[in-house]
C-alpha cells in the first residue's frame, strides 16, 4: 500500500506540474484578446480539476485492483499452506517468548494436534505449561537437559513420550529451529512432531521374536545365551554353581500325527506354562524346538536339580486335555551342573542332551546325570546316525550272504542277504550297530529298499553267470511291512530284473508279524498273490496265536538261535524245537534253525525232523563273489569257518 500511495502522489505531482507550464504557455500562444485570457485561465483551472480528478480515480482504482489481487492470491496461498497443514502426519507448531523470562508459549499450532495428543488447538494455546505436564516422567529430565542445549546451539532433534488424553504414551520425533532477530536475540521457534509410535512398537515386536519363542512366549536360544552369559561369569565369580536341564516330552511326536499339529501346539504352549509355574522367578524355562526345552537354574546345584527334577516331572504329569482327549504325558530329564560338566552353555547343553539321550535309552520318565562315558557312547551314536544319513548315497552299505542247507544232503538250498556298513573310519558294521539308528532316524525304509533291489540284482547276476540259483531270504522291517506300495514296489523290482518270484523269500519277525495281525493276514495275501515265498522269523521269542498262525499264508518257520544254544545240554530247549517243528508240520510249514554251529545241535536237529539249517557250522555271511563260489560247486559239505 505504501508503495501505491507513492506511485499516486508522484503521478499527481508530475501531471499537476506539466499541466501548469504546458496550459499558460499555450494560452499565451493562442489567446490574443488580452480580455479573454482570464476566462481561459479560468477553464484551464476547471480543466485541471476535472483531469486531476479522472486521474486519481484511475489511480486509485487501478491499486485496489492489484490489492485485491494480492489479497486473494494471499488468501490461496494461506489456504493451500492450511491444507498442507492438514495432510501432514507431522504437527507443525511455533513458539513465542513469553514475558519475564517465562516458559515459550504456544502461538501456533497445526490441527494434526488434536490427533496426536486428544487435546484440541484451543487448549495448548492456552496452557503454556501442558507440554512440559504430558512428558512420560521417565524421560523428562532428559528432555530438559536437552533444551538447556537448545538455546545455545539453536536447534534440537530428539524423541519422547507424550501422554495422549485418553492415558496411554505415544513416542513423538521432535524437531525445533530457534529464530533470532538481526542482532541475534530469540524471537521464537519453529518445529514439527511426527508420531513415531508404531515404529517404536514394530522395534518392541522385532526384539520380541528375535528373543522369545513365537510358539510358547518362552526365551528362544538368543536370550538364553545372554541370560547364562551373566548367570555363570556371575557364579564363576562368587565360586557358586548352576545347573542346566534338558528337558524332553515324552512320545511327543507321536502325538503330534495321531492328534495334529493343532493338538501338539496346544500341548507344547501348556508344558510351557507348567514349566515356567514350577520353577522360581530367576529361572530361566527356554524352547529350544520341537518338544524340547532348555531350563537354566541360576545357583543350583545337582541335589536341588534332583528335586526340582522331581517337580517338573510331577507337573507334565498332570492330566492334560488336548482335542477332546485326555493325556497324561511324562518327560525325560538331563541334568549338566556348572562347571564340572562344562564351562559354559554350549558345553552344558550338550552334556545335558547327551544325559537325555540316557534317559531315553534306559526307558523315558526319568532323570539321568551327565556321565562323560554316557556321553561318549551318545556321541558316537549321533555320528553314525548323521554318517548314516549318506551310507546308501555313498555305496558304503553291501550284502553278505549266509548259506541255508539241506538238513540232511547238506546241499545248498538258500542264502539269506544280511546287510552291512562298510564304513570308512570304523570297518566292516554289523547290523546290530546301525540298524536301530536307522529305525530311529526314520532311515529304514530306505535301507529296506536299497537291500531288496540289492539282493534281486545280486540273483540276476548269478543267473546271467549261468549258475543254479537258490532263492534269497530278506528279512522285512516293520516300516517297509506296512509301507502301502510294498506289493508293488516287489512287482516293480522282479521285473525289472525278470526274475520268477518264488527266488524270493521275505521274512517277517513274530513281532512284526502281531502288530496289526488283520493287516498282516491282508498283506501276506497279496504277497502270496505275487508269488513270493514268507517265513517267521525268530519264532518262539513273541507272543504270537496259534489261531492266527494258522491263518497267516507263510511258507516257512524260523526257530530263533535262542533256542537252538542249549540243544546239547538244556532238555527244554529241546522240547520246544520238538514242539515247534511238529507244530510246522501240522500246518504244512517247512522248518529252519538259525544259529547251528555244533555238530551235536546239528545232530539233534536232523533227528527230530528240522528241513533247513543255518549257522556258523555251515557257513558265516560271506561276500557274493564266495557264494558264486559255492553255487559252482555243489554238493556243499560243512563249509569252514
Not at 499450532?109 to 495448548?124: A, T
Request: with cysteine; proline share 4%.
Amino acid at each position: 500500500m505504501i508503495m501505491t500511495a507513492s506511485r499516486i502522489v508522484a503521478t499527481f505531482v508530475l501531471f499537476g506540474t506539466i499541466w501548469l507550464f504546458a496550459a499558460d504557455r499555450v494560452i499565451d500562444l493562442l489567446v490574443d484578446d488580452t480580455w479573454a485570457i482570464p476566462i481561459w485561465r479560468w477553464l484551464k483551472g476547471f480543466t485541471s480539476i476535472a483531469l486531476s480528478a479522472v486521474l486519481i480515480y484511475w489511480l486509485v482504482r487501478r491499486a485496489e485492483r492489484m490489492q485485491q489481487k494480492l489479497e486473494l492470491e494471499t488468501a490461496r496461498q494461506r489456504d493451500r499452506l492450511a491444507h498442507m497443514l492438514d495432510v501432514s502426519p507431522a504437527v507443525i507448531y511455533a513458539l513465542k517468548p513469553s514475558e519475564h523470562n517465562g516458559p515459550w508459549i504456544v502461538d501456533f499450532v497445526s490441527h494434526k494436534i488434536e490427533q496426536v495428543s486428544g487435546y484440541p488447538v484451543d487448549y495448548w494455546l492456552g496452557h503454556p505449561r501442558l507440554w512440559r505436564d504430558l512428558i512420560h516422567p521417565d524421560d523428562l529430565q532428559r528432555v530438559l537437559e536437552d533444551q538447556e542445549r537448545f538455546k545455545t546451539q539453536g536447534w534440537l532433534h530428539h524423541e519422547y513420550r507424550l501422554r495422549h488424553a485418553d492415558g496411554h504414551y505415544c513416542w513423538l520425533d521432535d524437531h525445533m529451529v530457534m529464530m533470532r532477530d538481526e542482532e541475534g536475540q530469540p524471537v521464537g521457534v519453529i518445529g514439527a512432531w511426527l508420531d513415531v509410535s508404531n515404529r517404536h512398537r514394530d522395534g518392541e515386536r522385532i526384539r520380541h521374536l528375535a528373543n522369545y519363542d513365537a510358539l510358547t512366549g518362552l526365551p528362544n536360544r538368543n536370550l538364553l545365551h545372554e541370560r547364562a552369559r551373566h548367570v555363570l561369569a556371575h557364579a564363576a565369580q562368587q565360586r557358586m554353581s548352576a545347573v542346566v536341564l534338558h528337558v524332553n516330552i515324552d512320545h511327543f511326536s507321536a502325538i503330534n500325527e495321531t492328534l495334529g499339529h493343532e493338538a501338539g501346539d496346544q500341548l507344547l504352549r501348556e508344558m510351557a506354562q507348567r514349566l515356567t509355574h514350577t520353577l522360581r522367578p530367576q529361572d530361566t524355562v527356554s524352547r529350544m524346538g520341537a518338544d524340547n526345552f532348555i531350563i537354566l537354574l541360576p545357583g543350583a546345584c545337582a541335589r536341588d536339580a534332583a528335586q526340582i527334577c522331581l517337580r517338573l516331572m510331577t507337573g507334565v504329569a498332570e492330566p492334560l486335555a488336548v482335542a477332546d482327549q485326555e493325556l497324561r504325558l511324562t518327560a525325560s530329564i538331563g541334568v549338566a551342573e556348572f562347571p564340572e560338566d562344562g564351562p559354559n552353555l554350549a558345553a552344558l547343553s550338550q552334556a545335558a542332551e547327551s544325559a537325555v539321550h540316557h534317559a531315553k535309552r534306559e526307558g523315558r520318565n526319568t532323570v539321568r546325570f551327565f556321565s562323560r562315558d554316557v556321553h561318549e557312547q551318545v556321541r558316537e551314536t549321533l555320528t553314525l546316525t548323521r554318517e548314516l544319513r549318506w551310507a546308501v548315497e555313498r555305496e558304503q552299505l553291501v550284502l553278505h550272504y549266509q548259506p541255508q542247507v539241506d538238513a540232511r544232503t547238506q546241499q545248498l538250498v538258500g542264502v539269506e542277504a544280511l546287510v552291512r556298513w562298510q564304513h570308512p573310519e570304523h570297518g566292516l558294521l554289523s547290523p546290530a550297530r546301525f540298524i536301530g539308528l536307522a529305525e530311529q532316524a526314520g532311515l529304514i525304509q530306505d535301507i529296506g529298499t536299497w537291500v531288496l533291489r540289492e539282493a534281486l540284482r545280486q540273483l540276476a547276476s548269478w543267473r546271467d553267470q549261468g549258475l543254479p540259483v537258490v532263492p534269497v531270504a530278506v528279512n522285512l522291517s516293520a516300516a517297509q511291512f506296512a509301507h502301502p506300495g510294498l506289493v508293488e514296489l516287489l512287482r516293480q523290482m522282479l521285473q525289472q530284473f525278470h526274475l520268477p518270484p518264488e527266488w524270493l523269500e521275505l521274512e517277517l519277525t513274530e513281532s512284526v508279524a502281531m502288530q496289526n495281525s488283520d493287516n498282516t493276514i491282508a498283506v501276506m495275501a497279496s504277497l502270496k498273490r505275487l508269488g513270493v515265498k514268507l517265513s517267521i522269523d525268530d519264532f518262539g521269542t513273541g507272543y504270537s496265536s496259534l489261531s492266527y498262525l494258522r491263518r497267516f499264508a507263510i511258507d516257512k518257520l524260523k526257530i530263533d538261535r535262542s533256542f537252538v544254544v542249549g540243544l546239547s545240554h538244556d532238555a527244554q530247549d529241546e522240547a520246544i524245537i520238538t514242539g515247534v517243528i511238529n507244530l510246522a508240520r501240522s500246518l504244512g510249514l517247512h522248518i529252519l534253525a538259525e544259529g547251528v554251529e555244533t555238530p551235536a545241535q546239528q545232530a539233534v536237529l536232523c533227528r527230530h525232523g528240522c528241513d533247513v539249517l543255518q549257522g556258523y557250522l555251515f557257513g558265516r555271511p560271506m561276500a557274493a563273489e564266495h557264494i558264486a563260489q559255492l553255487l559252482a560247486h555243489p554238493p556243499v559239505a560243512a563249509i569252514a569257518a
